[in-house]
């Protein structure tokens, strides 16, 4: 059973292109959650989506930033005009249904602006 | 505002002894709580939860978290520690339950030989 799978793992862009972000939520899971992880700091909840669905996104920037988890397919995160302070660990959790259910981590994507 | 405190950035123990990393929250309710562990390069695990019930909680690789709900701590226990224990542990609450959590900073974890 493949746990959450993210890619790509590495991501090079410059300033003022296109992040995409995917991730491929755990069978069985139809929850999924963005994170970011930006350098000495810890993790902060972005988005929370379930299909075609966005339940909350209290933590995602204004601007520039978008999420969504298409009826088929994975779930993307899209970063538009990138800048440098947007180079962080970005982590996809997926979980079940269920307030007592934990919810289980990809590998992250690391995104470096140049 | 609701937060997690992770009072210690580093927490260094020799192998053999038991290690603790401590938790404190700030979340009104009864939330849900959390450990992580996070590996170099790598995404987190989940290593144990407390929802309800008792309050010594046991989970993977021999750790275990005692909840105290008047301290609002969530203490993070192993009896004897582990060289590849090392790692970057997240204390985290979810107020609502659910995938939407609240970290702490983090305590790097250092278990010399």
């Known amino acids: 059973n493949a746990g959450v799978m993210q890619n790509p793992r590495h991501l090079v862009r410059r300033r003022g292109q296109e992040a995409r972000l995917r991730c491929s939520p755990m069978k069985g899971h139809s929850h999924v959650y963005w994170y970011r992880q930006l350098p000495e700091e810890g993790l902060k909840f972005m988005v929370y989506?379930?299909?075609?669905?966005?339940?909350?996104e209290s933590g995602m920037p204004k601007e520039r930033f978008s999420a969504e988890f298409p009826k088929e397919g994975p779930s993307i995160l899209r970063i538009q005009q990138v800048v440098r302070g947007d180079s962080a660990a970005y982590f996809c959790?997926?979980?079940?249904?269920?307030?007592?259910?934990?919810?289980?981590f990809g590998q992250g994507t690391r995104l470096t602006v140049v | 505002a609701q937060s997690v405190a992770q009072p210690e950035d580093q927490v260094n123990v020799a192998e053999g002894n038991p290690l603790t990393v401590k938790c404190t929250y700030s979340?009104?309710?009864?939330?849900?709580l959390f450990w992580y562990v996070q590996y170099p390069n790598r995404g987190l695990q989940f290593l144990l939860k407390y929802i309800t019930g008792d309050n010594l909680v046991k989970g993977s690789y021999g750790f275990e978290a005692e909840f105290n709900k008047s301290q609002t701590s969530f203490h993070l226990k192993k009896p004897s520690a582990l060289v590849s224990d090392s790692a970057l542990y997240f204390c985290a609450v979810s107020p609502l339950g659910g995938g939407k959590l609240i970290f702490g900073q983090g305590t790097e974890l250092s278990v010399k030989p």
């Open positions: 989506l379930q299909k075609e669905n966005i339940i909350d």
């Open positions: 979340v009104s309710g009864n939330p849900y």
């Open positions: 959790a997926s979980s079940r249904q269920g307030r007592e259910t934990e919810a289980f």
